[in-house]
């Protein structure tokens, strides 16, 4: 898969080898975690869903970067090796349902009954999608284990909307803040607003202000600083 991604598909961002095999043994990891055979299955039935569990996490690690034409390259190759998807839509279009072991689609995640809080302003509206309820998941596999992550994107697709609405609907006690980086961004600067989010607990300890367990920086516009002499 990750010679065709090289030498068949366009990534909006370059990812190495070794990022993309890291990436996969992460979200491997927190989509299987805690995941045990029943007294009664069949060994056969649990192996088939182990499979799909690491055919899921090969797709969203290794082609997860992928434009929307080079995604139905791999979509033609993982039903080559291995016809077990639906046969609607691409293999982007499914993740694997705990409860029934088996691949479905992302449309689950999609509330039936939504409607827009009356009191909110037109841009303040963000309609669930398909799109958007599975990046909310992906996003909440890699955060479960605390990997950090990396949405890429064409400006003006959303990004920064879906990842604040993800922070704002936690439930957990979590200190969640945002850096906005500019052209002017320095390393001080980041250093000085992350240490604001946190107090010191002992000499060489800090938690974060609001929670006893996890901050999470969400820095918008990642590629606006300008490179430094030595190239940081």
């Not at 499979?51 to 995604?71: C, D, H, M, N, Y």
């Not at 293999?91 to 809080?117: A, L, M, Q, T």
Request: charged share 25%; glycine share 2%.
């Amino acid at each position: 898969m990750i010679k065709t991604k090289q030498t068949s598909c366009k990534e909006l961002i370059p990812t190495s080898e070794l990022a993309c095999v890291r990436n996969f043994t992460m979200l491997y990891d927190s989509v299987f975690a805690n995941t045990k055979k029943a007294d009664e299955e069949d060994l056969s039935n649990f192996l088939n869903y182990v499979e799909k569990i690491f055919v899921f996490s090969l797709i969203w690690s290794v082609g997860a970067t992928l434009v929307e034409q080079s995604r139905r390259e791999i979509d033609m190759l993982l039903r080559d090796i291995e016809p077990m998807f639906p046969h609607a839509n691409t293999v982007y279009e499914y993740y694997v349902n705990p409860d029934k072991k088996d691949y479905d689609s992302w449309e689950f995640f999609i509330p039936n009954s939504w409607r827009p809080n009356p009191n909110s302003s037109f841009y303040d509206i963000y309609v669930p999608t398909i799109d958007t309820c599975r990046y909310n998941e992906i996003l909440k596999y890699l955060l479960k284990i605390d990997h950090n992550v990396m949405f890429v994107g064409y400006s003006g697709v959303g990004k920064t909307k879906r990842i604040e609405s993800f922070l704002n609907a936690q439930t957990d006690p979590v200190e969640a803040f945002t850096i906005n980086f500019s052209a002017g961004t320095t390393a001080p600067n980041v250093q000085s607003i992350i240490e604001s989010h946190y107090k010191k607990q002992a000499k060489n300890k800090f938690k974060p202000i609001n929670s006893m367990k996890k901050a999470i920086a969400f820095i918008d516009d990642f590629n606006m600083p300008r490179k430094e002499v030595y190239g940081a």
